[in-house]
């Protein structure tokens, strides 16, 4: 089983639609973070999230962590095709301070 | 200006050979990361190092061992491999893996297929 679970795992809209990513766990985190991956690279980090119930803003992203810090979410609005891409969420794991993944959101935004 | 390098890009072997993969970087990061990424793009770690501590992946085979000949490298040795193995390896690195704004630092993958 997944330490953290994220849904939908697939995800097709029409540029200028808004849309929601979430990622799930039992288990508490201290931060969270998540990056975006685009084919034939490795991910790159958007943002972390330390504080429960902290709500970050990157241009058109919105990012989330849980009251609990066990939940995350991502929300962007007006999606444009350049946002296309496989989007990771990853919390640090008490035991080994590693960042562990969850299997990702492929996102595809048609113009 | 590549933070984190990964060599070959691709690679290619019959399966009982062994292989290794390369891993640079050069933001005097204290710690390095290989990363294993299925079909389905799941990420998965497999060791973290730096110089005092290796820290394995309890899953990871024996088959597969770091190599580290200074700060800036950590090398995957990849001994008689086999038809699961093939799959997207990742380098990372971060300065602190116990601060939480200590980023993972990615190459951009070696893509492994074991025929």
């Known amino acids: 089983t997944q330490l953290l679970e994220q849904s939908p795992q697939f995800l097709s809209i029409q540029e200028g639609e808004n849309l929601t990513v979430y990622c799930n766990s039992s288990?508490?985190?201290?931060?969270l973070q998540w990056y975006r991956q685009e084919p034939g690279e490795g991910p790159v980090l958007l943002v972390t999230v330390v504080t429960g119930g902290e709500v970050k803003k990157l241009k058109r992203l919105t990012f989330q962590f849980g009251d609990a810090r066990k939940d995350s979410s991502l929300h962007i609005t007006a999606a444009q095709p350049g946002d296309t891409g496989l989007y990771l969420c990853a919390g640090d794991d008490y035991n080994n301070n590693d960042m562990r993944f969850g299997a990702g959101t492929r996102l595809t935004v048609k113009p | 200006d590549t933070a984190v390098s990964q060599t070959p890009k691709y690679l290619v072997t019959q399966m009982g050979n062994d292989k290794s993969i390369k891993c640079e970087q050069n933001l005097g990061h204290d710690t390095m990361y290989w990363y294993k990424q299925d079909s389905k793009k799941f990420l998965k770690i497999m060791f973290s190092?730096?110089?005092?501590?290796?820290?394995i992946n309890e899953t990871v085979p024996n088959r597969f061992s770091p190599k580290s000949p200074d700060k800036a490298h950590l090398n995957l040795h990849i001994n008689s491999l086999e038809l699961g193995d093939s799959a997207v390896y990742f380098c990372?690195?971060?300065?602190?893996?116990?601060?939480?704004?200590?980023?993972?630092?990615f190459g951009n993958g070696t893509r492994l297929t074991v025929t």
């Open positions: 990372a690195s971060s300065q602190d893996p116990s601060s939480y704004n200590s980023p993972l630092h």
């Open positions: 288990s508490v985190f201290s931060s």
């Open positions: 190092y730096n110089n005092k501590e290796l820290i």
